[in-house]
């Protein structure tokens, strides 16, 4: 087990005011796993998203990480998993404007106070078909461009897991599927863990496990 949610609720409000975004969720994730989160709008994608990637605490329950509790651990501990183990690609790309690129992409782990990696940057620019990009601002660059610095800034760290937010709800149809291509390249060649939240049933059904959730809980499970 690489990622789990274990029987997590996040509320928000108290007594007659309650709203449930999750309710008594339990899912596991498994090492070089690629699936997708559906389900309609409302149903607790992006909240369960969230949780799972050491953004959002929940109400109840455990959010797991090879069996540590992400929650226990003090803020610098989970600042450190964040940048270096679980990584989230979000469907508004939050790229500097000033910054090239290659400077977007090679920012954390200059922040991190680390001598970035050139070759495997050379490789991930390379595989993401951004190596005539790099000296371009983001301003320069179509939005299937800028969805794909971010995924290389993600994965710099050469992170365990990508949990991505509807990361192609800014984009055209063609390069949404560009984009997912390159997710579902990323996760056969590195063997990342992927997890895509989408209200697109086709990019869904491309996965090979859809999750569907409706009213904060699990509603089904297909496997290919």
Known sequence: MLLKAENV????????NTVFAVRELSLEFQEGELAAITGKSGSGKTTLLHMLGGLLPPTEGRI?????DLYSLKDKELAAIRRNHICVIFQSFHLLPDLTAEENILLPSRLDGRKPDREWFGELAETLELSDRLSHLPGE???GQQQRVS???AMMSRPQVL????PTGNLDAKSGEEVIDLLTRINKEFRTAVLVVT???GIAARMPRMIELADGSVKAVQKK
Do not use: P, V
């Not at 609720?9 to 007659?16: A, E, I, L």
């Not at 797991?64 to 540590?68: A, G, P, S, V």
């Open 9 to 16: 609720t996040k509320r928000y409000g108290n007594k007659d």
């Open 64 to 68: 797991l990480f090879k069996e540590q």
């Open 141 to 143: 660059l179509s939005g």
């Open 151 to 153: 995924i290389a800034r």
């Open 163 to 166: 949990l991505c937010d509807e």
């Open 199 to 201: 209200h697109d049933s």
